[in-house]
């Protein structure tokens, strides 16, 4: 039996069983889901509706991330799904799929069959992967398309790396980056510069041409091409000590998943740069050596360029933003300690080193997600139920239609009040992000009223870390409490939930 057959047996048994393992690992906590998730599956719901592109309805705003991800969910919709339920399950879907073009990747890069497939098998048990799969969110989409066009990319298919690269930037604005490092690796991959520039304009006139529909509507619908997700989430400016604050805080998301993984994609790259020059150490050709030196510029281009950006634009990156860039950190470790060792004088041990590498990072990986990312999300996902879902639920039972409601997370309290909400955060209400820029506090803004600028609350539920802080506030009239606890997988703190109707010359018993 040929080794191409005995491969192919492998891949058919082996990729199987590890998206099997994901499902079964990522569906143990599918009933996670982040408020931001509700806040598509707001947008969709009116959408549905026939009340446009709007988190209030009939109220166009642009406080999404991702328009692709919004009209997938719509579209599920359209065919008589339960948006909740299909918004998790497309995800899963597109988590699952993303394992396996991952190996395609792998295969390109590594161009061995089983180290591909090791690196696959350690991607797959990433602790950040598991933990957004299935959350509803745009993120597994986002790996998806990000895979896919590198694979294009690596393939020299340049025309469909530019598509899936046009659709990505639909999911994460930041994403648009990458059309620079596909134009940069059609430069570099080619013989004839000048017909190299020449196709670099094509490939960027179609982007743009892919992206123009889009954001056209955008800026005649909103009077933005920005979302607001990104005007409240960021910010131009020279403050050293903040962009270090956030480039720590990227160090230690990618340390948490990939802390190993890093460390040999330094060292072992560093090793393979001092060997470049030595005769058949560890490359036997030149046309290896431009391939891995393609493939490092490629891939440590989009690694580096992604958290850069985020630091510079002050944004407090969470682990779901950087699933755009830590694949790339398991790929590289593989290649480059496979090649070192397969042509060094341990070369026997070559297979065996990489059996550790990916034993080291899954263990690595599964302490931590036992350890802090599963209690967590599990811990996240009672809270979500006992308070903010069940706050919706009650503002819907209690309420009148006409009632505007004041929140700071409004994904849940808006999709299950269906009430209108003034945004303190300003992602479904504009007219408050002047405050949030300005620094304005919560409290602040109940206090001083500043939010009657953009709305005319009746009601407001109110974070803080004692119930009913707002009591003495003698507009307010608390109504309940709910506790949350552990909003984030490191937050042990408890916070609390407060019901307030706002005095407006009503007499209104409290709710026990």
């Known amino acids: ?123 797959s048990l990433n602790i950040w992967l598991l933990r957004w799969a299935g959350s509803g969110m745009e993120t597994s989409l986002a790996v998806f398309l990000m895979l896919i066009a590198f694979l294009f990319t690596l393939r020299n298919e340049y025309v469909f790396a530019t598509v899936c690269a046009a659709l990505l930037a639909l999911v994460r604005p930041e994403a648009c980056l990458l059309i620079v490092i596909i134009l940069l690796d059609l430069y570099i991959n080619s013989h004839d510069k000048q017909r190299a520039r020449k196709m670099m304009i094509v490939a960027a006139s179609l982007y743009v041409l892919l992206l123009a529909p889009w954001l056209m509507y955008a800026f005649m619908t909103f009077g933005t091409i920005t979302p607001t997700t990104v005007r409240v989430k960021s910010h131009v400016g020279l403050d050293i000590g903040d962009m270090i604050q ?4 990227i160090c230690k998301i990618i340390g948490a998943s990939d802390g190993i993984g890093l460390v040999v994609m330094i060292v072992s790259g560093v090793l393979l740069l001092r060997n470049f020059s030595r005769d058949g150490l560890p490359f036997p050709t030149n046309e290896e050596k431009f391939y891995v030196f393609r493939v490092s510029v490629l891939a440590l281009g989009w690694l580096i360029l992604i958290p850069l950006l985020y630091t510079i634009m002050h944004v407090h990156a969470v682990s779901r933003y950087l699933l755009l860039v830590t694949p790339f950190i398991t790929i590289l470790a593989f290649t480059y300690v496979f090649r070192l060792l397969l042509r060094s004088p341990m070369n026997r041990f070559a297979y065996a080193g990489v059996v550790l ?98 709305c005319d609350a009746d009601y407001i539920v109110y974070r803080s870390e004692e119930p009913e802080a707002m009591k003495k506030n003698a507009n307010l009239i608390p109504l309940f409490t709910k506790p949350f606890y552990r909003m984030g997988l490191l937050n042990m703190e408890l916070r609390y939930y407060t019901v307030y109707k706002v005095r407006k010359n009503l007499k209104t018993d409290r709710v026990n």
């Not at 956030?246 to 805080?249: Q, V």
């Not at 300003?426 to 408050?432: F, L, V």
Request: net charge negative; glycine share 8%.
């Open 1 to 123: 039996m040929s080794n191409d057959h005995l491969n192919k047996r492998l891949i058919l048994f082996a990729l199987p069983f590890i998206v099997l393992v994901f499902y079964v690992t990522a569906g143990s906590h599918f009933g996670y889901t982040p408020d931001d998730t509700y806040i598509y599956l707001q947008f969709a719901k009116n959408i549905l509706h026939g009340k446009g592109i709007s988190f209030n309805a009939g109220e166009p705003t642009y406080g999404f991330t991702s328009p692709l991800w919004m009209f997938i969910i719509s579209l599920s919709g359209v065919l008589g799904t339960d948006l909740y339920t299909a918004a998790k399950a497309i995800d899963l879907f597109f988590a699952g799929m993303s394992i396996l073009i991952y190996y395609f990747v792998a295969y390109e890069v590594i161009r061995e069959t089983i180290v591909s497939i090791l690196a696959t098998l350690a991607y």
């Open 357 to 454: 590498l990916a034993g080291v990072m899954i263990t690595q990986s599964q302490i931590v997600y036992q350890a802090t990312v599963k209690p967590g999300i599990e811990a996240f996902q009672v809270g979500m139920e006992a308070s903010l879902v069940s706050i919706g639920e009650w503002l819907k039972q209690n309420t009148k239609p006409e009632d505007v409601i004041l929140v700071w997370d409004i994904g849940a309290l808006g999709y299950y009040s269906d009430r209108k909400i003034c945004d303190g955060a300003g992602i479904a209400s504009p007219e408050m992000i002047p405050y949030v820029k300005a620094g304005h506090t919560a409290e602040e803004v109940v206090t001083q009223k500043l939010y009657q600028s953009s």
């Open 246 to 249: 956030e480039f720590w805080n």
